[in-house]
Structure formats: structure tokens, C-alpha cells
């Protein structure tokens, strides 16, 4: 069965700290994956997304995110995090483009000072 | 371009009663997808919509939800008689062709 699987629910990084955040997925073939990140009040926000080709993906608001075949995994990233990230984030899956999603439950971040 | 646009916010109902949820796409968007996310889970999909077919709707819970997109605009989401595990917050989603998605802000449903 497909699945995402996002394995911390709240990570506190400090602000300009580096900040990874992590999502596997299951599924039989290479998945179309994405991140999406919702702030409090706003919708979910596409940060980046990968279909194929290069595995590291650059996304707005300075995030990354490698996808890594042999892990199952999806990893975002960011090397100096502001305190405008504190949000919740999600890692999603679909079989193809333009079709639903198969989210993750999401990983709130905080930001300290 | 205005982004796709949910209404009410907000919404606070007894058990039993009906409540409607709208989704207004971004214009021009063909597909329109309903999601939902219960406290502590995940967001799950409900149903898709092209134009105003229904080409998916696997995800819809029971036969109390009903979805309808006359005109292949916008969309309601009705749930009647709503029971308490209906509470979650809802969210609709729209693109065009195999482009990104763009989400609403959400509904919040409470049942009390």
C-alpha cells in the first residue's frame, strides 16, 4: 500500500540553525513526491516537488529536499532556518502528476530564539 | 490571481445537523479535489472532480458526505446528518491538467 510516513511530529531547532526534516515513503515504483508547509490561517503552500531527474530539487524559501531511492526517502532541508518557518510541513506522494495526494501527518516546527 | 477560496472558516453544528462546505477553484482549474484532516491524522483524500465529473471519490467516508460541482465551478461538500467524528478541518485543492495543486485555506468543521 502506498504511504507516507513522516516520523517526528514536532522538531525545535534554533534560528539559524539547520533544520532536516524527515519523510519515507512506501511505494512500488518511483512516486511523484512533494512538500507542502501550511502556517497558521493559510492553506498548504507547495514548497518543492520531485518527478524525476536530478534527486536534489531546490524549493522556495531557500528549502531543498534529496530524494534517495535506496532509503525510501525524502528529506527536507534548510541551512539556516528563520523564525518565519515555524509551521507545520508535509511530505505527500501521488502515482502522477495531477492526480490526489497521500499525505504524511505532518511535522510542526518551532523556532527559538 | 485569487486562490482557491473556502467557505465558511468556520463552522460549529450540533450532531444531526446538515452543514454545507464550499470550494470556489481558481478559474479554469478542471480538477477540484476535497481532502480532510481529523485531529492527529493525517490529511486524507476524498474525492476528485474533473470539470464536474466525479472521477474519483474512494476516499469519501459514507453516504452522508455528498459532493456536487454543478457547472464544473464550484463545489459543495454536504454533510448530513453530521456525526461527531466528522470534525476535522476540510480542504480543497484545484489545478489544471497535471499542474500544481493549489490549496484553500480549509474549513474547519466542529460537531458538538
Known amino acids: 500500500a502506498q504511504s507516507v510516513t513522516q516520523p517526528d511530529i514536532h522538531i525545535t531547532v534554533s534560528e539559524g540553525a539547520s533544520l532536516e526534516l524527515r519523510c519515507n515513503y512506501s511505494?512500488?515504483?518511483?512516486?511523484?513526491l512533494f512538500w507542502y508547509v501550511q502556517s497558521p490561517g493559510q492553506g498548504l503552500q507547495l514548497l518543492l516537488k520531485y518527478f524525476s531527474g536530478d534527486t536534489l530539487v531546490q524549493g522556495i524559501k531557500g528549502f531543498e529536499a534529496e530524494f534517495k531511492r535506496s532509503q525510501s526517502s525524502f528529506n527536507l532541508r534548510k541551512p539556516s532556518v528563520h523564525w518565519s518557518d515555524a509551521a507545520e510541513y508535509f511530505c505527500a506522494l501521488a502515482n502522477q502528476a495531477g492526480t490526489a495526494l497521500i499525505f504524511g501527518k505532518g511535522t510542526t516546527l518551532s523556532v527559538s530564539s | 490571481e485569487a486562490g482557491v477560496t473556502q467557505f465558511p472558516s468556520h463552522s460549529v453544528i450540533e450532531k444531526g445537523q446538515t452543514v454545507t462546505l464550499r470550494c470556489d477553484p481558481i478559474?479554469?482549474?478542471?480538477?477540484l479535489y476535497w481532502y480532510r484532516r481529523v485531529m492527529g491524522k493525517e490529511i486524507k483524500f476524498l474525492l476528485h472532480?474533473?470539470?464536474?465529473?466525479?472521477?474519483?471519490e474512494s476516499g469519501m467516508p459514507n453516504n452522508r458526505f455528498l459532493a456536487e460541482r454543478t457547472g464544473g465551478t464550484y463545489s459543495t461538500l454536504k454533510v448530513q446528518p453530521a456525526e461527531l467524528e466528522d470534525s476535522g478541518v476540510y480542504f480543497c485543492?484545484?489545478?489544471?491538467?497535471?499542474?500544481?495543486?493549489?490549496f484553500g485555506q480549509g474549513t474547519r468543521l466542529t460537531v458538538v
Open positions: 472532480f474533473v470539470k464536474e465529473s466525479k472521477q474519483d
Open positions: 478559474s479554469g482549474h478542471d480538477n
Open positions: 511505494y512500488g515504483a518511483t512516486p511523484y
Open positions: 485543492a484545484s489545478n489544471y491538467g497535471q499542474g500544481r495543486a493549489f
